[in-house]
């Protein structure tokens, strides 16, 4: 007996120390968002933007109009989605969208409704990302734009879907 002793003593020995350089390895892993407090504090990414490949703004194609195209004749908002806008046939209506949070929206015409490209680009003041439509022909076309968080590496995420639909009637 005394030899299996021996052996459970050594492997105990080396088993401990194992054990806690695991342990602490896995506690220096990820990221705390708790303050002194332990309650969890709201962590929202600050966009700094800049030209060209910046994983910190939402649009889907990051390039900046210079110029600037021309004014649109509507220009609509996050605010307008779910309440029908009325444009006449030929007229610019632009969708205007925060940077701050990461857009999906048409990739291509929808219905009566031309894109013009670039689309989801950085307005000038690179607060907005923007969709410019040419109303081609009458009739209704819904337009569905989905917000997403923009994640930095290393932080906490919330994890949300939000989806503007607008109805856009043309006459």
């Given at each position: 007996?005394?030899?299996?002793?021996?052996?459970?003593r050594k492997s105990l020995v080396l088993v401990i120390p194992?054990?806690?350089?695991?342990?602490?390895?896995?506690?220096?892993?990820?990221?705390?968002?708790?303050?002194?407090?332990?309650?969890?504090?709201?962590?929202?990414?600050?966009?700094?933007?800049?030209?060209?490949?910046?994983?910190?703004?939402?649009?889907?194609?990051?390039?900046?109009?210079?110029?600037?195209?021309?004014?649109?004749?509507?220009?609509?908002?996050?605010?307008?989605?779910?309440?029908?806008?009325?444009?006449?046939?030929?007229?610019?209506?632009?969708?205007?969208?925060?940077?701050?949070?990461?857009?999906?929206?048409?990739?291509?015409?929808?219905?009566?409704?031309?894109?013009?490209?670039?689309?989801?680009?950085?307005?000038?003041?690179?607060?907005?990302?923007?969709?410019?439509?040419?109303?081609?022909?009458?009739?209704?076309?819904?337009?569905?734009?989905?917000?997403?968080?923009?994640?930095?590496?290393?932080?906490?995420?919330?994890?949300?879907?939000?989806?503007?639909?607008?109805?856009?009637?043309?006459?």
């Amino acid at each position: 007996m005394p030899k299996i002793y021996k052996i459970r003593r050594k492997s105990l020995v080396l088993v401990i120390p194992l054990a806690l350089t695991l342990a602490l390895t896995v506690a220096g892993c990820g990221s705390s968002t708790t303050g002194t407090s332990g309650v969890a504090r709201d962590v929202t990414p600050s966009p700094t933007l800049t030209k060209g490949g910046d994983s910190t703004q939402g649009c889907p194609d990051n390039v900046t109009l210079n110029p600037a195209p021309d004014a649109p004749t509507l220009t609509i908002t996050q605010g307008e989605s779910q309440t029908p806008v009325t444009v006449h046939q030929g007229q610019i209506l632009e969708i205007q969208l925060p940077v701050s949070q990461r857009w999906t929206g048409p990739t291509t015409s929808q219905g009566n409704l031309e894109l013009q490209t670039p689309y989801g680009y950085v307005s000038e003041a690179r607060t907005m990302c923007v969709w410019r439509f040419i109303a081609r022909s009458t009739g209704t076309t819904n337009l569905n734009f989905d917000a997403h968080p923009i994640c930095l590496k290393g932080q906490m995420c919330p994890q949300f879907i939000l989806t503007l639909p607008f109805m856009i009637v043309v006459k």
